[in-house]
C-alpha cells in the first residue's frame, strides 16, 4: 500500500534562506506522480509541483524545485530565497492505486521570520 | 483560468437545517471532487465525479448528498448535520485521474 511521511511538523526559517520540506514515500507502482501542494492559513489548497518517476530531471517551478531522489523514496520540496508570503502548511501526496485518490503527507507547518 | 470557485466561503447551520455548498470550475475539467478537512490534517477524500458521473464515494454519511448537474458544477447537499463535521470543505477538480487538481478556497462550515 502506497504512504507518505513528512517527517517535520514544523519548521522556523529566516526570510531570503532557502528551505527544504522532507517527503519520503513508499509506493509498489511502478509508475507515479508525486504532488506538493501549499495551504495558507486562507484555506485554499495551492498546487505547487509535480514530479513523475520516469522523468529524467527534477521538477522545477519558479522558486520550487524538487530534489527527487527516487532510490531512497525521497521527494523533498526545496524553495529558494523564501518570502514571508510562504508561510504556510505544505503537503506532498502521491495517487493511490493510479486513480483519483491521493495519500497525503500529514504536512509540515513552515513560518517565514523576518 | 485556473479558478476554482466555492461559495459560501463561510456557513452556520444548525443541526435541523439543509444547506449546499456550490463549486464551479471553467477549466474543461472532467474529474471533481469534495474533500473534508479538519484543522492541522491533510484533506480526507468525500467524494469524486468523473465525466459527471459519481465514481468514489467513500463511505461518506448519507447526510452529505453530492451532485453534478453538469461538466461544470458540483454541489453537496447537507442535511441533520452533527457538530462533529464541522470541517473546511474543498472542492477541487483536475483533468483527469492522476493529474494536478486544482482547489477553491473551501467553505469553513460550522454546524451548531
Known amino acids: 500500500a502506497q504512504k507518505i511521511t513528512q517527517t517535520q511538523p514544523g519548521m522556523f526559517v529566516q526570510e531570503k534562506e532557502a528551505v527544504t520540506l522532507d517527503c519520503t514515500y513508499d509506493t509498489s507502482d511502478p509508475s507515479y506522480g508525486l504532488f506538493w501542494y501549499k495551504q495558507p492559513s486562507s484555506g485554499e489548497m495551492i498546487f505547487l509541483i509535480y514530479q513523475g518517476s520516469y522523468d529524467q530531471q527534477n521538477a522545477t517551478e519558479g522558486r520550487y524545485s524538487l530534489n527527487f531522489q527516487k532510490a531512497r523514496k525521497s521527494a523533498n520540496l526545496v524553495i529558494s530565497a523564501s518570502q514571508l508570503g510562504d508561510s504556510a502548511m505544505y503537503f506532498c501526496?502521491?495517487?493511490?492505486?493510479?486513480?483519483?485518490?491521493?495519500?497525503w503527507g500529514a504536512g509540515t507547518k513552515l513560518i517565514i521570520k523576518p | 483560468d485556473t479558478e476554482v470557485t466555492q461559495t459560501p466561503k463561510h456557513l452556520v447551520m444548525g443541526m435541523t437545517n439543509k444547506k449546499s455548498l456550490k463549486c464551479e470550475q471553467h477549466?474543461?475539467?472532467?474529474?471533481m471532487y469534495w474533500y473534508k478537512q479538519k484543522a492541522k490534517k491533510p484533506p480526507e477524500l468525500m467524494f469524486v465525479?468523473?465525466?459527471?458521473?459519481?465514481?468514489i464515494n467513500e463511505s461518506v454519511p448519507s447526510r452529505f448528498s453530492p451532485e453534478c448537474p453538469n461538466s461544470s458544477l458540483l454541489n453537496l447537499h447537507l442535511h441533520a448535520l452533527q457538530p462533529e463535521d464541522s470541517a473546511l470543505y474543498l472542492c477541487?477538480?483536475?483533468?483527469?485521474?492522476?493529474?494536478?487538481?486544482?482547489f477553491g478556497q473551501g467553505t469553513r462550515l460550522t454546524v451548531v
Open positions: 501526496a502521491i495517487p493511490r492505486d493510479s486513480n483519483y485518490q491521493l495519500i
Open positions: 477549466m474543461g475539467h472532467r474529474a
Open positions: 465525479y468523473s465525466y459527471e458521473k459519481l465514481s
Open positions: 477541487a477538480s483536475s483533468i483527469t485521474a492522476n493529474t494536478e487538481a486544482f
